[in-house]
């Protein structure tokens, strides 16, 4: 790579005004939806666990892994999202392959999401069971797919993110829990790494905005693996709302043994780094004290949302932190981000997972945004547009 096309370099933690390249910008791209990770008790419980633990975790967690900083995660993300166990490892990218192996007795056929993340992508080749696709977003075409499962006698485990990372849409999950409870023995699976943490009323994602996270009318997310009926599986991570780094499983007892036996990742790899741990633990001790750090941020994406919709642009309601803006074709967003760019201002043109074949303006919602920054946005799209 030359150095004509290196990619950005971040020079500071990501947030509402971040050192890019020697140059200060109003930003809005990537993650850190609660404002977190540069705040100053998380850097100092990072720093502290550094200097009682050292860098890393020293092995897998069967071995000396094992130490305060990763059982505290663990003991938070477990109250947080009101489960009796949670496990934490590496990376939110493998939640999809511990799941898949610990739930792998209840399905016979894949159905897969189209425009997947490559981390449920990569999973669902796991098992070695047929796999079949259904298109993006479609509650009709997955219902159908659905009954030609049952109707030839297959249990289904159907596959989805909770909201797609590149456009900020929301799975209908609420339809697709639906369908599959008509279908007997089912499995939904949600990666669910950019609704934990700011989506729901307690933060617990996207099926608590539709009402599922245990809901009365569907069964306990994350529950015992059962031989019959519907079962619902999500996993996410702690390093985009959250402030954190690694990923996260909550559940109930059960599940969570399962995915220490299932898979290798507890015995066999190695647990996130200690310094991560404990900068990941105080992150989960400020959001739950202070669920104000969620409303700021729901009410920010509203707000964006709505003085979008006033510019004409066509973007939906869906509650999440991401909000994809989708004007004309490739060329044109290219030159939106170039033009903003100039105005010191950060919107990412994004062709990534899910963006479609022309990509998308993806733009990032904080916290700690301001209501100024908020508004110097839309006016500058207002200028370019």
């Known amino acids: 790579m030359t150095a004509t096309n290196l990619p950005p370099l971040m020079e500071s933690p990501?947030?509402?005004?971040?050192?890019?390249?020697?140059?200060?910008y109003l930003y809005f791209g990537g993650t850190s939806?609660?404002?977190?990770?540069?705040?100053?008790?998380?850097?100092?419980?990072?720093?502290?666990?550094?200097?009682?633990?050292?860098?890393?975790?020293?092995?897998?967690?069967?071995?000396?892994?094992h130490n305060a900083a990763t059982v505290a995660v663990e003991r938070l993300a477990a109250e947080?999202?009101?489960?009796?166990?949670?496990?934490?490892?590496?990376?939110?990218?493998?939640?999809?392959?511990?799941?898949?192996?610990?739930?792998?007795?209840?399905?016979?056929?894949?159905?897969?999401?189209?425009?997947?993340?490559?981390?449920?992508?990569e999973a669902s080749a796991l098992p070695g069971k047929p796999i079949v696709r259904f298109a993006h977003r479609d509650a009709e075409d997955f219902a159908?797919?659905?009954?030609?499962?049952?109707?030839?006698?297959?249990?289904?485990?159907?596959?989805?993110?909770?909201?797609?990372?590149?456009?900020?849409?929301?799975?209908?999950?609420?339809?697709?829990?639906?369908?599959?409870?008509?279908?007997?023995?089912?499995?939904?699976?949600?990666?669910?790494?950019?609704?934990?943490?700011?989506?729901?009323?307690?933060?617990?994602?996207?099926?608590?905005?539709?009402?599922?996270?245990?809901?009365?009318?569907?069964?306990?997310?994350?529950?015992?693996?059962?031989?019959?009926?519907?079962?619902?599986?999500?996993?996410?991570?702690?390093?985009?709302?959250?402030?954190?780094?690694?990923?996260?499983?909550?559940?109930?007892?059960?599940?969570i043994e399962r995915a220490h036996t299932t898979s290798h990742y507890y015995n066999g790899a190695s647990a996130p780094a200690s310094p991560v741990a404990g900068g990941t633990a105080k992150a989960l001790e400020i959001v739950l004290r202070d669920p104000g750090l969620r409303k700021r941020l729901q009410n920010n994406v509203a707000l964006l949302r709505g003085k979008l919709r006033e510019l004409g642009l066509a973007i939906d309601d869906s509650p999440a932190s991401i909000v994809g803006v989708t004007v004309g074709d490739a060329e044109n967003m290219r030159r939106i981000h170039r033009e903003l760019k100039a105005a010191d201002i950060i919107v990412p043109y994004s062709t990534y997972s899910g963006a479609g074949k022309e990509g998308t303006l993806r733009i990032a919602v904080f916290a700690n945004h301001t209501l100024e920054m908020l508004e110097r946005l839309v006016n500058e799209f207002r200028r370019i547009l």
């Open 144 to 255: 159908r797919k659905v009954r030609e499962c049952a109707a030839a006698g297959k249990r289904p485990l159907a596959l989805t993110d909770g909201i797609f990372p590149a456009t900020g849409e929301i799975a209908p999950l609420d339809r697709y829990v639906r369908a599959l409870a008509d279908c007997g023995a089912a499995t939904l699976l949600i990666d669910d790494a950019h609704g934990f943490g700011a989506v729901g009323e307690n933060g617990r994602g996207s099926l608590e905005h539709f009402g599922l996270w245990d809901g009365k009318n569907s069964p306990p997310v994350n529950g015992d693996v059962l031989p019959d009926g519907l079962a619902i599986y999500v996993s996410g991570t702690l390093s985009k709302a959250l402030g954190g780094f690694g990923g996260i499983l909550a559940g109930s007892a059960d599940l």
């Open 80 to 121: 947080f999202f009101g489960k009796e166990k949670a496990f934490y490892y590496v990376s939110g990218y493998v939640g999809n392959h511990i799941l898949i192996q610990a739930v792998a007795e209840r399905f016979d056929v894949i159905l897969m999401e189209e425009m997947a993340h490559f981390c449920l992508q």
């Open 14 to 24: 990501p947030g509402p005004k971040t050192v890019i390249d020697g140059k200060t």
């Open 33 to 65: 939806y609660l404002g977190l990770a540069g705040n100053a008790e998380v850097i100092e419980a990072a720093c502290d666990a550094a200097r009682r633990f050292g860098m890393h975790s020293a092995t897998s967690r069967t071995g000396f892994g």
